[in-house]
């Protein structure tokens, strides 16, 4: 065994040379922990000073740059050691400086968000944090800019003749930009641009609790019933133009002009889809045939791992199931007499070559002519037929955590907004189970 290598003057570190065309190591007789490394291609020396930083078990080595003599060298070990005393470790790199509108700007080109979550960055976040370094931006900074935004007005226009704007409270507007910054904090953390547990948002408290502000449309049963008949009389022209060989469906005059375009097959269909499945929106639109698994019955979509989904699958993906019911059967049946060769997409778009890409609009026509108002002047969106299928999960008895595995929710608490309509599923489940134990009991007398 090589007995340890040494030196004590400058004399003998200009001596030292490296053994055996390695890299060498020596260490200082009089510094505890001061070494020098001799390189075997060029001879150069270097000091290193092995220590145990604050916080840990083992010992690291790390060089000190910019010293040239043993003297020096001795008196920079000597300040690190008292630092270290201290708990502080002045050789730690610092954290990169990222500010956050490098991180929005990664966010941009890699998460590639909606308009108007990219607008509400430009607008209303970059101009104030977005040249402050990530990591020093504090809470009680966010805290006072989104009191700043709630106490804020905005002006609208009540009509084209009217010069005077009405002025608004905005604190919606300000519980959305906060609800935006969070997420982008989180991607940030997820991305390992900021340190883990550091987002300055998560403990700032909203103007307006979400599942208050939540929109509920109640749906009526004869608002069903008029919104079935009205699918079935624009499905039943489509299919017939289908037959004939039109993909497009409109109306035409006595002369052969078109005085109307209707809804096509695929963009009906898809309304059915949405009301059967319960599914968003662009997971319906998207969808392809690859993903139902006939063998299986089920329709599948993948998600990220921060999704807590039905079946886990490798590098960290999860799948949403949704079973192929006798109604979602008879659906994809008419899907697949429409079906357009080359298109892997069930729902294809105008262009035959993609998949559909809006329905907004068809929803919206659909909806007027099946009178789907409220006297309050409600009427529901596209995504309100999700929550139908919430509504009649819970009507049907199924617990949060079942509701929330069904829709793809990410916690319980997405599934609490249902709670209210399984009331009348409870006290029937109650009022078996008190039966059942009166069935038990001897009769009193």
Known sequence: MRAQLKFSTEADLAKLKAIDDKDTIYSDAKTQGLKVRVSSRSGRKTFLLEYRPPGQRSATKRSLDGVETLKDARSKALEIKASLLQGADPLVPPPPKITLGF??????RIKKP???TWRCLEKRVLPIFGSRVASSIRAFE????HAGMTKAVRSKEKG???TIPAQIPA???ADKAIDILKALFNWAERQELMPRHTNPCEFIDRNFSQLDTERHYEWEDDELVRLGSVLNRYQTIAQNAHLAGSFGVSLRNADGSICEHLPSIWSILAIRFLVITGVRKNEALKLRWDQIKEDRQVIEWLRNSRRKETKALGRGQRAMLRAITEPLEEILRILKTVRVVGNPHVFVGADRRGH?????RVWYRIRDEAKLTKPSG?????HDLRHFYGQMAAEAGMHEKQIMALMGHSTTLMSARYSKYDREARSIMAEAVANRIVSKLPPSS
């Open 103 to 108: 991180i929005a700007e990664q966010y941009k």
């Open 114 to 116: 909606t308009y108007e």
């Open 142 to 145: 966010i805290s006072a800019w």
């Open 160 to 162: 084209k003749a009217s």
């Open 171 to 173: 604190p919606h507007v």
């Open 356 to 360: 559909l890409k809006e329905i907004t």
């Open 378 to 382: 409600e009427r529901p969106r596209i």
